[in-house]
C-alpha cells in the first residue's frame, strides 16, 4: 500500500506484508482513563458471576480506589439491581454517561438505557457484540483505577467479540463445585488462554451452606471439584462463597455496597 505506515497493530488492511496477527481492539471515549480492566467470566450462566463482580467492586471501592462496572451480559443484565441503581443513563454529543452507585462506582448497563428494563433483549449476537463495545467506545467512564466487566456467559461468539473489542487485563472464572460445571471451567480457562489473557483465579460459589440450627457445612453439590481443575490449570483459587441468604437478600434489596463481612477480600488483595 502506498501509505504503508509498517505499523500492523494499528491496521485493518490484510496485505502480504501483515506481521502480527490483526487487532480488534476499539479505543475508548477520548473522556475515559481506564487502568485495570478485569473481566469475571463463567462457562455458563447463573452460577453467581454477576455477584461476584458486583462483590469486587464494592470491596476495591471501599478500599478508595475509583470503580466502574461494564454489564456486558447484555441478555441477563442484573447489575443495576443488585446496586439498587433505578436512573436511566443520560447522554451529550461527547458520549454516554454512567450512572453512579451509593458509593460512586460507575456503572453502565443495557438496563440502563432500556425505557422498560421487563423488556426481553431479543437481539441477535452481532448486535449484542456491538452494544457491549458501544459501552467501551461511547461510555464518558472519566478516571477509573478498576474496571469489572460482567462478561456474556459461555465461551461463545459474544464473549469472544469482548475480548476482541476491550483490552481485557485479566480473568476472573466463576464456578460451582459440581462436576459438570468443571468440564465447563476448563473450556472458559482454554478460551482464555487462546485468546492470550492472564487468568487471575477462579472463585467458587455456591460451595455449601451452613446449617442454621448446627453450624455443619452441607456440601449440596457434592465435593468441589475446583481446586482439582485449580491445581490442573496451575490457578490460584481465590475463594469459596458459600450460599448464603444475606447475599441474596443484599442483591435483592439493591444493598450490595451494604456487605459487612465482604467474602472476596482475599480475592481483591490479588488485584494488582
Ligand atoms: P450469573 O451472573 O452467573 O447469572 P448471578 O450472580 O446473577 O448469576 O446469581 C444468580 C442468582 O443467585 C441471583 O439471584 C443471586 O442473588 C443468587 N446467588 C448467587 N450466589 C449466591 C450465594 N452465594 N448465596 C445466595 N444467593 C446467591
Same mark, same amino acid.
Given at each position: /500500500?502506498?501509505?504503508?505506515?509498517?505499523?500492523?497493530?494499528?491496521? #485493518?488492511?490484510?496485505? $502480504?506484508?501483515?506481521?502480527?496477527?490483526? #487487532?480488534?481492539?476499539?479505543?475508548?471515549?477520548?473522556?475515559?482513563?481506564?487502568?485495570? !480492566?478485569?473481566?469475571?467470566?463463567? $462457562? %455458563?450462566?447463573?452460577?453467581? %458471576?454477576?455477584?461476584?463482580?458486583?462483590?469486587?467492586?464494592? =470491596? /476495591?471501592?471501599?478500599?478508595? %480506589?475509583?470503580?466502574? @462496572?461494564?454489564?456486558?451480559?447484555?441478555?441477563?443484565?442484573?447489575?443495576?439491581?443488585?446496586f439498587g441503581?433505578?436512573?436511566?443513563?443520560?447522554?451529550?454529543?461527547?458520549?454516554?454517561?454512567? @450512572?453512579?452507585t451509593e458509593s $460512586?462506582?460507575?456503572?453502565? #448497563?443495557?438496563?440502563?438505557?432500556?425505557?422498560?428494563?421487563?423488556?426481553? &433483549? @431479543?437481539?441477535?449476537?452481532?448486535?449484542?457484540?456491538?452494544?457491549?463495545?458501544?459501552?467501551?467506545?461511547?461510555? *464518558?467512564?472519566?478516571?477509573?483505577?478498576? +474496571?469489572? !466487566?460482567? /462478561?456474556?456467559?459461555?465461551?461463545?461468539? !459474544?464473549?469472544?467479540? &469482548?475480548?476482541?473489542?476491550?483490552?481485557?487485563?485479566?480473568?476472573?472464572?466463576?464456578?460451582?463445585?459440581? =462436576?459438570?460445571?468443571?468440564?465447563? @471451567?476448563?473450556?472458559?480457562?482454554?478460551?482464555?488462554? +487462546? +485468546?492470550?489473557?492472564?487468568? *487471575?483465579?477462579?472463585?467458587?460459589? /455456591?460451595?455449601? &451452606?451452613?446449617?442454621?440450627?448446627? $453450624?455443619?457445612?452441607?456440601?449440596?453439590?457434592?465435593?468441589?471439584?475446583?481446586?482439582?481443575?485449580?491445581?490442573?490449570?496451575?490457578?490460584?483459587?481465590?475463594?469459596? *462463597?458459600?450460599?448464603?441468604?444475606?447475599?441474596?437478600?443484599?442483591?435483592?434489596?439493591?444493598?450490595?455496597e451494604?456487605?459487612?463481612?465482604?467474602?472476596? %477480600?482475599?480475592?481483591?488483595?490479588?488485584?494488582?
Amino acid at each position: /500500500m502506498s501509505d504503508c505506515t509498517h505499523d500492523c497493530s494499528s491496521c #485493518s488492511e490484510n496485505c $502480504g506484508e501483515r506481521q502480527d496477527p490483526q #487487532s480488534f481492539l476499539e479505543s475508548p471515549n477520548p473522556l475515559s482513563n481506564i487502568k485495570k !480492566v478485569i473481566g469475571v467470566v463463567s $462457562g %455458563k450462566g447463573g452460577v453467581g %458471576k454477576s455477584l461476584v463482580t458486583s462483590l469486587l467492586a464494592a =470491596e /476495591m471501592s471501599k478500599r478508595g %480506589k475509583a470503580v466502574s @462496572v461494564l454489564d456486558a451480559d447484555i441478555t441477563g443484565p442484573s447489575i443495576p439491581k443488585i446496586f439498587g441503581v433505578c436512573d436511566k443513563a443520560s447522554g451529550s454529543e461527547q458520549g454516554i454517561y454512567p @450512572v453512579e452507585t451509593e458509593s $460512586g462506582i460507575k456503572l453502565m #448497563s443495557i438496563n440502563l438505557l432500556l425505557e422498560d428494563d421487563t423488556a426481553p &433483549v @431479543v437481539w441477535r449476537g452481532p448486535v449484542i457484540g456491538g452494544a457491549v463495545k458501544q459501552f467501551w467506545t461511547d461510555v *464518558i467512564w472519566g478516571d477509573v483505577d478498576y +474496571m469489572f !466487566v460482567d /462478561m456474556p456467559p459461555g465461551t461463545g461468539d !459474544v464473549p469472544l467479540t &469482548v475480548f476482541q473489542s476491550i483490552p481485557v487485563d485479566g480473568i476472573i472464572i466463576v464456578t460451582s463445585p459440581q =462436576e459438570l460445571v468443571s468440564m465447563i @471451567v476448563e473450556k472458559a480457562v482454554n478460551m482464555a488462554k +487462546m +485468546m492470550n489473557i492472564p487468568i *487471575i483465579g477462579l472463585v467458587e460459589n /455456591m460451595s455449601w &451452606v451452613n446449617c442454621p440450627d448446627c $453450624g455443619k457445612q452441607i456440601k449440596i453439590f457434592g465435593e468441589s471439584k475446583t481446586a482439582e481443575t485449580a491445581e490442573k490449570f496451575n490457578l490460584p483459587l481465590l475463594a469459596q *462463597i458459600p450460599f448464603d441468604a444475606k447475599l441474596a437478600s443484599l442483591c435483592d434489596k439493591g444493598a450490595i455496597e451494604d456487605i459487612e463481612d465482604n467474602p472476596l %477480600k482475599n480475592a481483591a488483595d490479588m488485584l494488582k
